[in-house]
């Protein structure tokens, strides 16, 4: 293309300086052959002017001298003179009426001379005869009585009347041939100097065409990605100007290109290959990067882990694994003992279904969890033996169907996210065969989505390890009042969407203020904590057990009735009666009060449910301590000061 392109422009100028010079010959051909024609028209009229007025005079004299009769013989000899082939004379009808006809050496007038005896003007024509240019001029002798001698002396005419007409011929042959030589020798010059003036513009813009062919080159390589494309400086003007600034731009994009695929290589770990197109290279590398800032803006907004690794995961799927990736995410038990499938999506059920379940108990299982290292099953496809196939490859491979199996097999990609510098969680992309290749040029900007998403998710850890902190009792391990503050609207929602009843158990310790008093702060703690453990163990998982404050406890039951709340309550207050702690060689004995209550049985709002129940905890007291209260509204009515 660039080669036909560049001989169209060679062609282009070759071709206007060609029409030039051809038109600039033909113009001075036909100017010059219109002069010589027009010399040559007027030189033989003037040649038969002169000698058909010779001949006027001669048969004038003749005439008067009474020879007219010899003037065949002189129009003969007349005719002989170079270059005249003929001359003849004609008389008009007024020298037939006046002298007669049939005069010897007369001639009858042809149409010419009719019209010239008519008109009384002179005729001149070329004509050809037998392939010879003849030039014939037919004179007319026009009666006057103002010459010498007077023609009305011997005619009976009126001046002004033709009395007859001279006709000669000449050839111009010599004159055309002449005409032609000069003609061509003019135009022999000219063309001459036209090829000179061609070879030499030719060669003056000879430069121009190089310079313009190498930067057209040039222009279709940078295209094509490749700026290292150098224009050859053919002259020291205004082209090699061009040439040179040229150059100095290709070289300033080239480095300018080399310097940021440097930059993004160190940051995406990938070199570029020397047959990519550098441009749309350098354009894809700063796209992705640009996908990759906004992606690490979005997930520092994001709420919780499960909502990062949400968007990781879409956004991995949709960018490159053309929405059809299959993902699976692990997250390490805070004592490193167990990984537990993250069901980052809510559509999904079996959030492990590529790794063998022995992981789950048993992390050192996983070569990532005990490498601490990306696992690349594209590079190393049997480097894991956690990783398995699914039921398809099995039947498939039952069936003998060899090629088929190969077709559908999968290659995990397994990636790392530390948390203070051990595993935290692991994404592990499974990718299809046909996926393999795509997903190889593409692992770079993989790994620094991975690399971004570590501290973001290092962050939210170390978020609700603080915020857990605060909704926890630092000496009893259980959840504190602000704990039951941000969790209860979600507690009374579900409550009321599913009809159930929460029951409200409120307890104290009794006397507990003579345990510190007598045996120390250190007592008191060890019997708060052993409280703590009983409380726990006597209840469900899904219930929530609260240190409401100093000795006081809570515990809210879910789905349940107030029987059930009054045998879980007897179970926690045999089981404290019961409880025996030791404490520097001594031992310590201590019994509680509960109080009950029911939302929404007892109030529709679960702060008056809970408010209540404080109530029912106060009669217990009153009671005589290590009982159980169930509220009643009497016992409100007579309580007004709570």
């Known amino acids: 293309m660039v080669f036909r392109s560049t001989r169209t422009l060679n062609f282009k100028v070759s071709l206007f300086f060609v029409a030039v010079f051809a038109g600039l010959i033909v113009v001075l051909t036909t100017i010059t052959l219109f002069a010589f024609r027009q010399f040559s028209i007027n030189t033989a009229t003037e040649h038969l002017r002169t000698a058909t007025e010779i001949t006027r005079v001669h048969l004038t004299e003749s005439m008067m001298n009474g020879v007219i009769d010899n003037r065949q013989t002189f129009l003969l000899r007349l005719a002989g003179i170079q270059n005249l082939k003929s001359a003849r004379v004609v008389r008009s009808p007024i020298l037939e009426e006046q002298f007669g006809k049939n005069h010897k050496g007369e001639h009858f007038p042809d149409e010419i001379e009719k019209e010239v005896i008519k008109t009384g003007k002179s005729l001149f024509k070329i004509i050809e005869s037998n392939g010879e240019a003849i030039f014939r001029g037919t004179v007319p002798y026009v009666a006057n009585s103002d010459g010498n001698p007077n023609c009305m002396q011997c005619h009976n005419a009126k001046p002004g009347d033709v009395l007859g007409t001279v006709t000669m011929t000449m050839s111009i042959a010599g004159l055309r041939r002449d005409s032609i030589a000069t003609v061509a020798g003019i135009s022999g010059v000219v063309l001459i100097a036209s090829v000179v003036l061609f070879i030499l513009l030719t060669y003056l813009l000879k430069p121009i065409s190089n310079t313009a062919n190498d930067i057209e080159r040039a222009v279709q390589d940078a295209i094509d990605g490749n700026f290292r494309k150098e224009i050859k400086k053919q002259t020291n003007d205004e082209i090699g100007k061009i040439a040179n600034d040229m150059n100095r731009l290709l070289k300033f994009l080239c480095n300018g290109l080399d310097k940021i695929n440097n930059y993004i290589s160190q940051l995406v770990d990938n070199q570029q290959s020397k047959h990519e197109n550098q441009l749309l290279a350098t354009i894809e590398m700063v796209k992705n990067m640009t996908e990759i800032s906004k992606y690490k803006t979005a997930i520092e907004e994001d709420d919780t882990k499960e909502d990062i690794y949400h968007r990781l995961i879409e956004t991995l799927n949709a960018k490159f694994f053309r929405g059809q990736g299959e993902f699976s995410v692990y997250e390490v038990s805070s004592n490193s003992n167990e990984l537990h499938p993250v069901p980052f999506r809510e559509d999904i059920d079996e959030p492990c279904c590529w790794c063998h379940q022995k992981i789950l108990s048993n992390p050192n299982n996983c070569r990532v969890f005990h490498t601490a290292h990306m696992v690349n099953g594209l590079i190393q496809p049997d480097i894991c033996f956690g990783f398995k196939q699914n039921a398809d490859m099995v039947d498939l491979h039952d069936d003998g169907n060899t090629e088929l199996m190969d077709t559908q097999r999968r290659y995990p990609l397994c990636f790392p996210i530390l948390k203070s510098g051990m595993v935290g969680s692991i994404v592990q992309m499974v990718v299809k065969k046909a996926d393999r290749e795509h997903i190889l040029a593409v692992l770079p900007y993989i790994k620094v989505y991975m690399a971004d998403t570590a501290p973001v998710l290092e962050v939210r850890r170390l978020m609700e390890t603080l915020r857990e902190s605060s909704l926890r009792d630092a000496m009893t391990g259980l959840n504190n009042r602000r704990f039951l503050e941000e969790y209860i609207e979600t507690l009374t929602a579900c409550a009321r969407r599913k009809q159930t009843h929460i029951a409200i158990l409120m307890l104290d310790l009794d006397h507990f203020k ?43 039951l879910q789905d349940t009735s107030s029987a059930y709340a009054l045998n879980v309550a007897e179970k926690i207050r045999a089981s404290v009666e019961s409880m025996k702690i030791s404490h520097r060689g001594i031992t310590l004995h201590r019994t509680v009060s509960i109080g009950v209550a029911d939302f929404p049985g007892d109030s529709h709002t679960f702060w008056q449910a809970v408010k209540f129940a404080d109530v029912a905890l106060y009669h217990a007291k009153e009671a005589g301590r290590n009982c159980i209260t169930h509220f009643t509204r009497e016992m409100w009515q007579d309580n007004q000061r709570y």
């Open 514 to 556: 003579m345990i510190n008093d007598t045996y120390g702060h250190d007592a008191g703690d060890a019997v708060l904590k052993a409280l703590a453990e009983v409380i726990k163990t006597t209840v469900r998982a899904s219930d929530i057990v609260i240190r409401y404050g100093g000795e006081e406890f809570m515990v809210v």
